[in-house]
């Protein structure tokens, strides 16, 4: 059963249509992830679960039951949000005990509710602080704790770890994994960020312009994305795109002409491509090696424009004879120069080819363990 059936969810704003028909079934138990650009619709469509936002037609069904024309409050449903809009004049108690006594539980309930929740958050030691008092974290962990003493069927994550510094955001996404596994809940969280889409996610909705591009978990996203954007948004640094032409077609994949006039057989199905005809070919910046070795099936040549010292990497943007910028990713022992001649390697088991429309052409092969993220 699903936790959460959209269907055909269509919302508008002044005549612009943000949300396209969109179809997702969330699983019961399952953290998703809502991810894409800026103005995607993805905080849309969370606030169109939550009925913050009425959406102009489709269905809204929670744990079978259709709540489209429902309020809020009603459809058993718990929102942290970006900003904490914690009340300042309340301590961590009041704050998260406020929902519940706007719902006039019993107070020994509300009690009991509040110190279970402060227990799993570990701020047991802050309910009698104000929120000036708290940290960025401890206050989204306050947020947090108000949604769950709630016990909502779904919660619903809009951005929540933005405000935060980039070593808190990543202790927050561990804290929410372990959340999320100890409560066994059905969470939808929304975020702009791919790594932590990547990091957080049992399956991710990539959004784009209103429409759903793709879901699937994350290895599956960043192993076969089905079109060129999901592959572009999905992985980081981004992947390398280059034009290229194809020489032939036949049983043993596609044969395209990489930049410098070599031959590659890629092996995806090209029943429907034809000589000459003109490719995308992807490959991603951790996939390209500094120079040949055993696993490599052809090779680029350029030269190091900018050299970028991450510490356990080294980033390499190379400008190929044609004048096209790539980046490949290598170890941070590497011993490269600006200015530098270099032939990066790669092998055809880790390269897409997309059509001009952006579609990606099915692979021949399943996808195996020789494909693993490197």
Avoid: W
Wanted: aromatic content about 4%.
């Amino acid at each position: 059963m699903s936790a959460v059936h959209l269907q055909k969810i269509r919302k508008a704003f002044a005549g612009t249509d943000v949300l396209k028909g969109v179809d997702i079934d969330v699983k019961e138990h399952e953290f998703l992830v809502f991810v894409g650009p800026s103005g995607c619709g993805k905080s849309t469509l969370l606030r169109s679960i939550a009925g913050l936002e009425r959406i102009d037609s489709g269905r809204v069904v929670i744990e079978g039951e259709d709540v489209t024309e429902l309020e809020p409050s009603e459809r058993g449903v718990a929102m942290v949000f970006q900003s904490y809009a914690l009340y300042p004049h309340m301590s961590v108690y009041e704050n998260i005990a406020f929902g519940l006594r706007m719902i006039k539980l019993p107070e020994a309930q509300i009690k009991e509710r509040v110190h279970r929740a402060a227990d799993i958050l570990q701020i047991g030691q802050l309910l009698e602080r104000r929120p000036r008092a708290l940290s960025g974290g401890q206050r989204q962990r306050v947020a947090i704790g108000r949604s769950i003493v709630r016990e909502p069927k779904v919660f619903l994550f809009d951005e929540p770890l933005s405000n935060l510094d980039a070593a808190l955001r990543v202790q927050m996404r561990l804290e929410l994994i372990k959340l999320h596994k100890q409560l066994n809940a059905t969470m939808i969280y929304v975020t702009h960020d791919q790594t932590e889409a990547m990091t957080m996610a049992d399956r991710i909705v990539v959004l784009n312009h209103g429409e759903v591009e793709q879901i699937g978990s994350p290895l599956e996203l960043y192993r076969t994305p089905r079109n060129r954007f999901v592959a572009g948004f999905i992985g980081s640094p981004k992947m390398n795109f280059l034009e290229v032409r194809v020489q032939k077609s036949d049983e043993a994949g596609v044969t395209i002409e990489l930049p410098g006039g070599a031959p590659l057989v890629v092996p995806c199905n090209g029943d429907a491509v034809e000589p000459d005809q003109k490719l995308v070919l992807g490959v991603r910046p951790e996939h390209l090696s500094e120079s040949a070795n055993s696993d490599t099936d052809s090779t680029l040549a350029g030269e190091v424009m900018v050299i970028e010292h991450l510490g356990s990497e080294t980033l390499l943007h190379v400008r190929l004879a044609d004048e096209r910028v790539i980046q490949v990713k290598g170890s941070g022992e590497s011993a490269a120069l600006e200015g530098q001649p270099i032939k990066p390697g790669f092998s055809k088991r880790h390269v897409h080819l997309f059509r001009q429309d952006g579609m990606a052409l099915e692979r021949k092969q399943p996808v195996t363990d020789a494909m693993r993220v490197s």
